[in-house]
């Protein structure tokens, strides 16, 4: 039987604000445990809230960047259970009037996995969204080996949560989710989207049923992802178990599972709650938020966004729309793109040694596009010095490897090293006549239509030259000069 696999997903993104969501506390990662805290974030009797108006802005202008409708008036609510890592026993959470609702989530084909982006079921999806709602987030949990540890740095930090219709239909599809959306966050300004550090969180919401059937399978959640090939490798295997559960007659109960990544298998944590279980109501700590006072400041700092970049990459640069779409993935790579190609005539010409001479040894050096020693304006020289015909392509990776090592200008490597071509039209006609006359058999061979004598011929005027003529220069002489 074939099999249709639901996926929705709840993103947890942490905002880029200098302090935590209803308290002056500072927002910052790495602290010594326990150091960034108040009464107000650890729940003391008697502290109050006030709202960080920033984290509103950064909440509404996702919202904008989604093509979120954006609500009126929105309010907070308090989420009520009993956790190690809830002070208070209630979260400040919104309920039922988010500030966002609806939206969307483009995915683009280089946010794929690369060994999925050749067979990419439906090209040019879009994943609708159900609301985006602000919050605070919890306190954070270690666990040693008798004893759990709270660190309360974590709590209060402001937390939006974006919430996606169940439109995702395979692990892959989930993590080009995943790249998009991160993608569009860095863009914007709203968080790093760090995965490594908990700035970005993930539970998957995933169901399966049998192709035939409309309705939707019974929802398992799997709690807190964090790094998005988890998530991937979660999804494959939830989604076989649930087939395998389905296959043998078994029924798929609503429950909350965890994922072990070392051991590649999803456990049960609990029975999944319902809405009615965390006993929402109004917080009476925090007036309802007008957000048309917002809207106007907001709208001035959505940014060109990740979709309209590649495209216009397409059409100011000439460049394909998959290379757009790898030099737009990453912001610093698109940034350190423009600054090079700024002032080149041929655009497309950096964009190559960009994708592929200077990923490369990023990659090798295992350093990111920032700590590149290679400025973008030494690489749109190297790049003008090629294109003007006063070094080979060959000799230009030679002087590339050394600004790599040394950061030095390739136009003093190039005359320190000697490379300079020579592109004198007379001084290689001379050498072609000199190789022509020293090689009078090829040269008949050529004239007999052996078209490779050229190659031989012009390997001898490359010599006397000692590398240094043009090489397309040379086969232009050549094959005048032996047709005369």
Request: glycine share 6%; hydrophobic share 40%; net charge negative.
């Amino acid at each position: 039987m074939n099999y249709i696999a639901a996926i929705g997903l709840e993103v947890h993104v942490q905002l880029k604000t200098r302090s935590k969501m209803f308290c002056a506390c500072p927002n910052a990662y790495g602290a010594p445990p326990n150091t960034h805290t108040c009464p107000t974030c650890l729940g003391l009797p008697g502290a109050l809230p006030a709202m960080n108006e920033e984290a509103l802005r950064m909440t509404v202008l996702t919202g904008l960047m989604l093509d979120c409708d954006i609500a009126d008036v929105s309010k907070f609510d308090r989420k009520n259970y009993f956790y190690p890592d809830l002070a208070k026993n209630y979260q400040i959470s919104q309920y039922d009037a988010p500030l966002c609702t609806n939206g969307r989530v483009p995915l683009h084909d280089v946010a794929y996995p690369q060994d999925a982006q050749t067979a990419i079921a439906t090209s040019g999806k879009t994943v609708n969204l159900v609301r985006i709602h602000l919050e605070e987030d919890v306190a954070k949990s270690f666990h040693f080996e008798t004893t759990t540890g709270i660190d309360f740095n974590r709590a209060g930090t402001p937390l939006m949560e974006i919430v996606s219709q169940p439109e995702i239909a395979s692990p892959d599809e989930a993590f080009a989710y995943l790249t998009s959306l991160k993608q569009i966050l860095i863009c914007g300004g709203i968080s790093d989207a760090d995965m490594e550090k908990g700035q970005l969180r993930c539970d998957c919401n995933v169901s399966v049923r049998a192709a035939t059937q409309a309705e939707l399978g019974a929802k398992v959640e799997i709690k807190n992802m964090n790094s998005i090939s988890g998530v991937r490798r979660a999804l494959r295997f939830e989604i076989e178990r649930q087939i395998a559960l389905l296959e043998s007659g078994a029924t798929i109960q609503q429950e909350t599972r965890g994922w072990n990544d070392d051991a590649g298998e999803t456990f049960l944590m609990r029975s999944k709650e319902s809405a009615h279980d965390y006993r929402y109501f109004p917080d009476p700590d925090l007036l309802p938020i007008a957000t048309h006072a917002l809207l106007a400041d907001v709208r001035a700092r959505v940014p060109e966004l990740p979709a309209a970049k590649r495209m216009r990459f397409v059409e100011q640069y000439g460049v394909s729309g998959y290379d757009a779409g790898v030099l737009t993935h990453d912001l610093a790579v698109a940034a350190y793109f423009e600054r090079a190609a700024e002032h080149s005539p041929k655009p497309k010409s950096v964009a190559n040694w960009i994708l592929n001479d200077l990923q490369s040894a990023l990659s090798a050096a295992g350093i990111s596009v920032g700590d590149c020693p290679i400025p973008p304006e030494a690489l749109e020289e190297l790049v003008g010095l090629i294109d003007a015909g006063r070094i080979s392509g060959k000799q230009a990776k030679e002087v590339f490897a050394e600004m790599f090592e040394t950061s030095r200008p390739a136009g003093v490597i190039v005359k320190e090293r000697g490379l300079e071509q020579v592109s004198d039209v007379a001084a290689i006609e001379a050498l072609c006549d000199n190789a022509i006359a020293a090689n009078p058999k090829p040269a008949a061979d050529y004239r007999a239509g052996n078209a490779a004598s050229l190659n031989f011929l012009t390997g001898q005027v490359m010599k006397l030259s000692k590398g240094k003529a043009n090489p397309q220069i040379v086969t232009e002489i050549l094959t005048r000069k032996l047709k005369e």
